[in-house]
T-cell receptor, first 114, second 116 residues
Framework: AQSVTQPDIHITVSEGASLELRCNYSYGATPYLFWYVQSPGQGLQLLLKYFSGDTLVQGIKGFEAEFKRSQSSFNLRKPSVHWSDAAEYFCAVGADQAGTALIFGKGTTLSVSS | NAGVTQTPKFQVLKTGQSMTLQCAQDMNHEYMSWYRQDPGMGLRLIHYSVGAGITDQGEVPNGYNVSRSTTEDFPLRLLSAAPSQTSVYFC???????????????FGPGTRLTVT
C-alpha cells in the first residue's frame, strides 16, 4: 500500500537560514508527489507537485523539491526562510495514477526563530 | 468560481446524534474526496468518489457514509457520532490526469466537529 513518511515532526530554523524538509514515500509505480502547506487555523495550499520530467520542481513562495527515485524521496527546500513560512507542511502521494485522492504524511511543523 | 465550499464551519454534537457535512464544488471536477485531520496524524482519506453514483472507501471509512448523486455535491454522513470522530474534516475535488496530464486536489476550508 502507498505510504508517506515525514521523519521530522518539528523543525526550528533561524530566519534567513536554509530549510530542508524530508519526505519518503512508498509506491509501486511512478509516484505523483505533492507538498502542501497549512498555516494555523487555515486550509491547505499547494506548494508544488511532481508528475514527470525534470526531477527538480519549482513551486510558489520560493520553494523547490527534488524527486530522487533511488532514495524514494521528495524533499522540500528553501534557500532563505522568512518568518511567514512558519506553518505545517505535508507531503503527499497520489493514491493512484488517475488522481482520485491523496495519501498524506503526518506533517512537519516549522517554527522560525528571529 | 466559489471553488470547494463546506458547511457548516463548526459543529458540536452529542454522542449518538447524526449529521451531514456538506461539500460542493463548482469546477465540474469528476473526483471528490473527504479527509479528516487530527493532531499528529496528518490528513487521512475517509471516502472518495470518481463520479456521480460511484464511491469507494479510503483509509478510515468506519462510521461514515457518503453518496454522490450529482457532480457538484458530495455529502458526508455521520449516522451515530462518537467522540473519536472529533476532528477537522476537509473536502477536496480534482480534475483527472486524463484531462490535463496532471492533477491536484482543491481543498475546502474545513469543518471543525466536536462530539461530546
Amino acid at each position: 500500500a502507498q505510504s508517506v513518511t515525514q521523519p521530522d515532526i518539528h523543525i526550528t530554523v533561524s530566519e534567513g537560514a536554509s530549510l530542508e524538509l524530508r519526505c519518503n514515500y512508498s509506491y509501486g509505480a511512478t509516484p505523483y508527489l505533492f507538498w502542501y502547506v497549512q498555516s494555523p487555523g487555515q486550509g491547505l495550499q499547494l506548494l508544488l507537485k511532481y508528475f514527470s520530467g525534470d526531477t527538480l520542481v519549482q513551486g510558489i513562495k520560493g520553494f523547490e523539491a527534488e524527486f530522487k527515485r533511488s532514495q524514494s524521496s521528495f524533499n522540500l527546500r528553501k534557500p532563505s526562510v522568512h518568518w511567514s513560512d512558519a506553518a505545517e507542511y505535508f507531503c503527499a502521494v497520489g493514491a493512484d495514477q488517475a488522481g482520485t485522492a491523496l495519501i498524506f504524511g503526518k506533517g512537519t511543523t516549522l517554527s522560525v526563530s528571529s | 468560481n466559489a471553488g470547494v465550499t463546506q458547511t457548516p464551519k463548526f459543529q458540536v454534537l452529542k454522542t449518538g446524534q447524526s449529521m451531514t457535512l456538506q461539500c460542493a464544488q463548482d469546477m465540474n471536477h469528476e473526483y471528490m474526496s473527504w479527509y479528516r485531520q487530527d493532531p499528529g496524524m496528518g490528513l487521512r482519506l475517509i471516502h472518495y468518489s470518481v463520479g456521480a453514483g460511484i464511491t469507494d472507501q479510503g483509509e478510515v471509512p468506519n462510521g461514515y457514509n457518503v453518496s454522490r448523486s450529482t457532480t457538484e455535491d458530495f455529502p458526508l454522513r455521520l449516522l451515530s457520532a462518537a467522540p473519536s470522530q472529533t476532528s477537522v474534516y476537509f473536502c477536496a475535488s480534482s480534475y483527472t490526469r486524463e484531462q490535463y496530464g496532471s492533477y491536484e486536489q482543491y481543498f475546502g476550508p474545513g469543518t471543525r466537529l466536536t462530539v461530546t
